[in-house]
């Protein structure tokens, strides 16, 4: 599972740092494809079967925004017990991409990931953040794009999607209280190109400055990198 995870957060920065997982079992990824005629009843058989294990198991899925209605009243309908992002103590928990930070879940079924990728502009890093909520297996039903959405960058693709210096440093920010704060200050400390600007300088300095803190806050490192960037643009 760490090397899904992996591929898909160089999705969002190629040059990044995985942060290194710990624990017993990152578990087992199996992933099957389906289509928009059976994908609700795929899901369903798919976490019925899970249910059935002799251990107890708590299970996610994770679904694209809008769709978990229809997820529930399905699972409803065929007696597996299920429950929104208010009601996290079901057996199973039907979530939106959005809604998964701090959970964790034995098994973690993601559904149709290239609808939850084309959601929005932060699609890549909501897909990371779901499959690290998996602790053990991790199940993905899709409709063909799931080796695509993990094929690594071409060169082309790189250079015409480059993501700006400052653009990483805000990506950098949603992950300022996880436990990957060492890889994330690896990468502030990399040499800047020749090219950058002054206030990619500051920016990136100020980063470095604040992680190196005993506790890092990311309200006083928003607070800190926009008082720099504000001297920087009444000087100039």
Known sequence: MAGVAEQ??????????????????????????????????????????????????????????????????????????????DHVSHPVTVLPPHAVRGLEFTHLVVVRPGEIVDEDSDGYKRLYIAVTRCCEFLEVVHYGEW?????????????????????????MLNFIDREDRCSVLAMARRPLPSDAEPDEEVAFAALVAILETAEPKRSMLIQYVEERLSEISESG
Do not use: C
């Not at 978990?68 to 017990?81: I, R, S």
């Not at 094929?151 to 440093?169: D, K, Q």
């Open 8 to 85: 898909i957060l160089r999705r969002v920065d190629p040059d990044i740092e995985a942060p290194r997982f710990v624990g017993d079992g990152l578990g087992e990824v199996h992933h099957m494809k389906s289509d928009p005629d059976s994908v609700v009843a795929d899901v369903v058989q798919l976490v019925g079967h899970i249910l059935e294990q002799s251990r107890p198991v708590s299970v996610g899925v994770i679904t694209p925004l809008g769709t978990e209605t229809e997820l529930l009243a399905a699972l409803d309908a065929a007696g597996l017990p299920a429950g929104g992002a």
């Open 147 to 171: 080796e695509e959405l993990l094929r690594p960058y071409t060169r082309e693709e790189l250079r015409a999607s480059a993501m700006s210096n400052v653009e990483r440093l805000l990506w």
